[in-house]
């Protein structure tokens, strides 16, 4: 059985809420305890302490709960529910307040408290917490180098809340963003959620001068097309020639009926028209 954390307290006509044990899931004073499921909100805090203080009913009523601290790879999936429950590891039984600590260092954790009371199990969980211990990582920019107005740099952080060029919140393009000069200095400050902040001061001078065109290569040139080649005449006879393509005559004197002209061979040759020749040898 689901009981949310605003109806722990809850007065109400039924026996089973009205002996429903208060679970108190704190940060600080407030109590974070609410019910299962559902999408999970986030604190972000920027070092490794207490998550949360747990208790059942006021720190001396000596109710039995158990705890399991889950570190959640997936918080757009939401909070487990009821149903997911049995699959946790409760650890052993608590009668008196305890303080949850992250144990699996840096990540996303939710407190999961079980009551056991009067036959019937009450459920509750806490809000989430990111515990973040690292500094922004910039990287391409170095401090105190000289740099033309332009140069791309990269921030690297899992809970990146900002980036400052000169005061100036900067968008990044493709990843990266892009060195400002004012004069000729350049400070860039990265921060996260967890308020941990970066910075890095350059000096600027000129600006990223482009690359030039690498020249495009050239196209081939389409080859001439070649002659069509036909055969070598190499005996007496009629044949049907072509105007285009290039013949062989075989070794010998040549003549071709209707022309006076003797002919010598082992060259090649071209007809001037379409149509029947008679070669003798």
């Given at each position: 059985?689901?009981?949310?954390?605003?109806?722990?307290?809850?007065?109400?006509?039924?026996?089973?809420?009205?002996?429903?044990?208060?679970?108190?899931?704190?940060?600080?004073?407030?109590?974070?305890?609410?019910?299962?499921?559902?999408?999970?909100?986030?604190?972000?805090?920027?070092?490794?302490?207490?998550?949360?203080?747990?208790?059942?009913?006021?720190?001396?009523?000596?109710?039995?709960?158990?705890?399991?601290?889950?570190?959640?790879?997936?918080?757009?999936?939401?909070?487990?529910?009821?149903?997911?429950?049995?699959?946790?590891?409760?650890?052993?039984?608590?009668?008196?307040?305890?303080?949850?600590?992250?144990?699996?260092?840096?990540?996303?954790?939710?407190?999961?408290?079980?009551?056991?009371?009067?036959?019937?199990?009450?459920?509750?969980?806490?809000?989430?917490?990111?515990?973040?211990?690292?500094?922004?990582?910039?990287?391409?920019?170095?401090?105190?180098?000289?740099?033309?107005?332009?140069?791309?740099?990269?921030?690297?952080?899992?809970?990146?809340?900002?980036?400052?060029?000169?005061?100036?919140?900067?968008?990044?393009?493709?990843?990266?963003?892009?060195?400002?000069?004012?004069?000729?200095?350049c400070v860039?400050?990265?921060?996260?959620?967890a308020g941990?902040?970066?910075?890095?001061?350059?000096?600027?001078?000129?600006?990223?001068t482009p690359?030039?065109?690498?020249?495009?290569?050239?196209?081939?040139?389409?080859?001439?097309?070649?002659?069509?080649?036909?055969?070598?005449?190499?005996?007496?006879?009629?044949?049907?020639?072509?105007?285009?393509?290039?013949?062989?005559?075989?070794?010998?004197?040549?003549?071709?009926?209707?022309?006076?002209?003797?002919?010598?061979?082992?060259?090649?040759?071209?007809?001037?028209?379409?149509?029947?020749?008679?070669?003798?040898?």
């Open positions: 059985m689901t009981v949310p954390a605003s109806d722990l307290s809850a007065e109400s006509d039924s026996v089973e809420s009205a002996e429903a044990p208060e679970i108190f899931i704190k940060r600080g004073d407030e109590n974070k305890a609410c019910s299962l499921g559902g999408a999970i909100s986030l604190e972000y805090m920027g070092y490794q302490d207490t998550l949360f203080d747990v208790s059942v009913g006021g720190s001396d009523s000596g109710i039995p709960f158990y705890c399991h601290t889950d570190k959640v790879t997936d918080v757009e999936a939401g909070a487990k529910t009821e149903d997911q429950m049995g699959t946790l590891f409760w650890g052993q039984k608590e009668t008196s307040p305890i303080s949850i600590m992250p144990n699996k260092g840096d990540g996303c954790y939710v407190a999961y408290v079980k009551v056991e009371a009067g036959g019937q199990t009450y459920y509750a969980r806490s809000n989430g917490i990111v515990v973040d211990t690292k500094k922004p990582v910039i990287k391409g920019v170095e401090e105190g180098k000289t740099y033309p107005e332009g140069t791309l740099f990269q921030v690297e952080d899992a809970n990146l809340d900002k980036v400052l060029v000169n005061e100036q919140e900067a968008a990044p393009e493709n990843g990266s963003y892009k060195v400002a000069a004012n004069g000729t200095s860039i400050r990265a921060i996260d959620k941990h902040e970066s910075t890095c001061s350059i000096t600027v001078s000129g600006t990223v690359k030039p065109e690498e020249p495009k290569p050239e196209e081939p040139k389409p080859e001439e097309p070649k002659p069509e080649t036909g055969y070598t005449i190499s005996k007496s006879g009629e044949y049907e020639l072509k105007v285009g393509v290039k013949y062989h005559l075989a070794e010998g004197k040549w003549k071709v009926d209707g022309d006076k002209s003797v002919y010598q061979g082992g060259r090649d040759f071209y007809v001037p028209a379409n149509g029947s020749y008679q070669f003798s040898k």
